[in-house]
């Protein structure tokens, strides 16, 4: 009952396939689940091939890939989790953690049997699929960071608002019949006044429905709040890059990204100078959707144009030793005085 409500919020039939089923692909890109550590994690596998592992953003689910998963699957086994604390997955008092989100992945990756990836992550999904890269690199095979998190202090202030303490008694009211489509119709009009927020108003107004369930909306604060404070992300994954400088990695930002500033995607860059950038100029947050053939074109681009990463744990251990490099980007969040959450690669 808890995976059929989570799911009605977001429009989705309520049948759920579930590791006792057939354990074959099934129909393409069905909601599946997998109990791991007593929780049931959903997720949506298809394709066959290489392995690719989809991340989505906080408050959202899975649902975020479909615009591109039906190509990725001609070539990939593509697996689009929902993350815990969010879409059918379940929704417990836990870690909600960038970390703990990683170590879900690694852990969802055995279940399935699948021993490495390209991870692609966006937003939140990014740091996920960053600090997967940082704790278990021997696990990712590419990193492609979307629209991510995790790179500057700056975020939208209203992320940053949402993380004040007692503001989730400001959520209570997408309850309501019709909340949804009015903060939709005020983000159409910020668009129409030329506001970078407003190119998403569809993507916010969607990812926004799924907050009308109250465990879903504790999953978010919890999420949020590990992220991001009133002066913005807490954490950084430029003190940390070196290590993954290796690492085949393609960043792509969408040009009027009202949520994380288009600016982060060169600080990134520059951070990892191995790294391909790309940038959607007309795109918002969600790049993968305003032009989803585009986006799939770059990503088999870059597949092909790279070998899989080959862990070496002896230069790891050089690297550290040696520290970061001078002149490397730096974590901007703030001093350490400053922020009591250590700094990490996501």
């Known amino acids: 009952m808890v995976i059929a409500d989570a799911m009605a919020c977001h429009g989705y039939d309520a049948g759920i396939a579930t590791d006792a089923d057939d354990p074959g692909r099934?129909?393409?890109?069905?909601?599946?689940?997998?109990?791991?550590?007593?929780?049931?994690?959903?997720?949506?596998?298809?394709?066959s091939?290489?392995?690719?592992?989809?991340?989505?953003?906080?408050?959202?689910?899975?649902?975020?890939?479909?615009?591109?998963?039906?190509?990725?699957?001609?070539?990939?086994?593509?697996?689009?989790?929902?993350?815990?604390?969010?879409?059918?997955?379940?929704?417990?008092?836990?870690?909600?953690?960038?970390?703990?989100?990683?170590?879900?992945?690694?852990?969802?990756?055995?279940?399935?049997?699948?021993?490495?990836?390209?991870?692609?992550?966006?937003?939140?999904?990014?740091?996920?699929?960053?600090?997967?890269?940082?704790?278990?690199?021997?696990?990712?095979?590419?990193?492609?960071?979307?629209?991510?998190?995790?790179?500057?202090?700056?975020?939208?202030?209203v992320l940053r608002m949402a993380?004040?303490?007692?503001?989730?008694?400001?959520?209570?009211?997408?309850?309501?019949?019709?909340?949804?489509?009015a903060v939709r119709l005020l983000l159409e009009v910020l668009g129409g006044l030329g506001m970078d927020l407003g190119r998403d108003a569809a993507e916010v107004g969607r990812v926004l429905g799924g907050l009308r369930d109250r465990r879903a909306r504790v999953s978010f604060n919890r999420t949020l709040r590990a992220v991001v404070d009133p002066r913005g992300q807490l954490v950084t994954m430029l003190d940390r890059a070196y290590l993954a400088t290796?690492?085949?990695?393609?960043?792509?930002w969408g040009g009027h990204d009202g949520i994380i500033p288009v600016e982060h995607a060169a600080r990134a860059h520059r951070a990892l100078p191995g790294s391909r950038l790309v940038i959607h100029p007309e795109a918002g947050h969600f790049p993968h959707h305003e032009d989803p053939d585009r986006f799939v074109d770059e990503l088999l681009d870059f597949v092909d144009g790279t070998g899989p990463f080959e862990h070496d744990p002896d230069l790891r251990r050089r690297l550290l030793r040696a520290g970061r490099p001078s002149g490397a980007d730096g974590p901007v969040p703030g001093p350490e005085s400053e922020n009591p959450h250590p700094a990490v690669l996501g």
């Open 163 to 181: 993380s004040l303490p007692y503001a989730e008694l400001g959520t209570w009211p997408l309850r309501l019949p019709g909340s949804v489509g």
């Open 49 to 157: 091939g290489p392995a690719l592992l989809l991340i989505h953003g906080i408050s959202d689910d899975s649902s975020s890939w479909l615009p591109v998963m039906d190509r990725l699957a001609e070539r990939f086994t593509v697996v689009a989790p929902d993350l815990l604390g969010h879409g059918a997955s379940d929704k417990p008092r836990a870690d909600y953690s960038v970390a703990a989100f990683s170590n879900g992945m690694r852990d969802l990756l055995d279940v399935l049997d699948i021993g490495t990836a390209t991870v692609v992550g966006h937003s939140l999904g990014g740091g996920v699929a960053a600090q997967l890269a940082y704790q278990y690199p021997d696990r990712v095979d590419r990193l492609v960071l979307v629209s991510t998190g995790g790179v500057a202090r700056e975020v939208s202030p």
């Open 26 to 47: 099934g129909t393409p890109h069905e909601l599946r689940s997998s109990v791991i550590h007593g929780y049931r994690r959903a997720y949506r596998l298809s394709g």
């Open 246 to 252: 290796a690492m085949p990695t393609l960043i792509v």
